[in-house]
């Protein structure tokens, strides 16, 4: 098995005893058939994979008339229907909103990480459903931390399972000699000082922009759990690509990693530069 994916069977022994978050939007393109409203919602939909113990928060506004009630439904991907699993209460006319949980079965555990549960919104005008949000995670990389913005980046592919992800680092400030070596790191958490204060620690003579880089990634043991390196870097908005297969496992979807970067410049001071970091959050 590759490094990174003996880290994500890691993250996925991980995974089976916490909590995975989708964040998803509702709309009346997603019902089936479609229905032509301006209503909308977003939800909140936290899983404990150990237990099936899953819980709805969410809201929604301008539905033609108003809610009678809500429920997660399954299993079945987006397009299609299927029967009730969890009722959730509903608060408010055209505009307000709904919370609720419930227990899962193994097997619902299975299909809500696959993306075959949806949350429907009922109305009296649609009583079959007026808004509807498919439960996924679509996966995505988030910048943080104080080093130069755009130091690494997602430049292709997407941080889902049974794909790829190229990320790119650069220093675009130019601080650095052409031809320095990228290397990125891939880590469980994120750096102590970050988590406290909202500043990494302070690594001297690491800075791509001043005197200091912010380190923005754990590494104490077991991190980083990878290391990979790239081709040389050959100038400022020219981000050198690394790419990073992530495996085909549901267990994964909706676990969080972190990414950061360091050129290490042979010819030249500063010799290390550390990047800006990315929160990856595994999607379907």
Known sequence: MQPFATAMAVLAMGAAVSAQTFNIKLDGMQEVPPVGT???GTAKITLDVATGAVQVDGTYKDLSSPATMAHIHGPAAAGASAGILIGLTTTGGTTGSFLGGGTLTPTEVNDMLAGLHYVNVHTGLF???????QIVAPGSATPYGGNPPGSLALIAGAVKINSTMT???DN????????????????FGQDPGFVVSGTG???PGWGMSGPSGELLIAVA?????????????TGPGNPAPIVVP???QLSIVGVKAYAQGLLVDPFATPTFGLTNALALDVGL
């Open 38 to 40: 301006m209503g909308t």
């Open 127 to 133: 009583t079959a459903g007026e808004i509807r949000g």
């Open 167 to 169: 990320l790119g680092i």
């Open 221 to 233: 043991p077991p991190n980083p759990f990878e290391v990979l390196s790239g081709s040389p870097w």
């Open 246 to 248: 992530i495996p085909n």
């Open 201 to 203: 620690t302070l690594i």
């Open 172 to 187: 675009p400030l130019g601080t650095q000699s052409v031809g320095s070596v990228p290397f990125l790191a891939l880590s």
